[in-house]
């Protein structure tokens, strides 16, 4: 039995977590037999915003187990985050819902690309709330969004958007505080190219210039 005592050792430093393990109720009926629809009814949380380049240096053998198992740690450096985002979908029942706060970054950065082809190919994406600049936290200076998704079939996103400017409360919330621009996209027009959402002001704008002709319909471009 010395494997099973390796094991326990293994678990008692590394504080291994099985989720079924943990929570045998959310995966199995009582009489052990797997349920239909498996996994939480909500998932919720704020995952830690740690960048894989520290990991790497904290702790090799875990930053490689990110890279190999979750598709948005596959490419190049990652943020952990984002598999957390990754996992916490896999948690979800059929009907489950899903809400983090993380920085709002990987709407564009390179790290999250991965993850962002992730979610628009499955559909998993309700609304997106973007902070902008506006910092939540007291000490440390982030750049913070809420991700709001379910299991997938979505076809538009909510999108809402602090009006910096024009807000004044420490603590903007939509419908509750703070001035907010609304808009919603197709997540068809996502991919995993960096996401730019022209809502408020500026979507108007980009509105009205789309009825006009586009320069290269009327003019030889030289690139």
Request: hydrophobic share 35%; glycine share 8%.
């Amino acid at each position: 039995m010395s494997w099973f005592q390796d094991a326990q050792k293994w678990a008692e430093s590394d504080r291994y977590f099985h989720w079924r393990i943990e929570y045998p109720e959310a995966f199995y009926d009582e009489d052990g037999s797997e349920l239909d629809s498996q996994g939480f009814d909500a998932v919720i949380g704020n995952p830690p915003w740690v960048r894989s380049i520290n990991l790497k240096a904290a702790d090799n053998g875990l930053w490689r187990y990110y890279k190999e198992n979750y598709e948005s740690a596959a490419k190049g450096e990652y943020d952990i985050y984002l598999c957390f985002v990754e996992n916490g979908l896999s948690l979800l029942t059929e009907t489950g819902k899903f809400g983090y706060i993380v920085p709002n970054k990987w709407f564009t950065s390179q790290v999250g690309e991965n993850l962002r082809s992730l979610l628009v190919q499955k559909g998993n994406l309700e609304q997106l709330v973007d902070f902008g600049s506006r910092q939540l936290f007291e000490g440390i200076t982030t750049y913070s969004c809420l991700l709001f998704m379910n299991t997938g079939g979505n076809d538009q996103v909510d999108i809402l958007k602090l009006d910096e400017d024009n807000t004044h409360t420490q603590f903007p919330l939509p419908n509750q505080a703070g001035e907010w621009d609304y808009g919603t996209v197709d997540i068809n027009s996502l991919g995993s190219d960096p996401w730019s959402f022209d809502i408020g002001p500026i979507g108007k704008i980009f509105d009205r210039l789309s009825d006009y002709p586009s320069l290269g319909s009327v003019a030889n471009i030289f690139q």
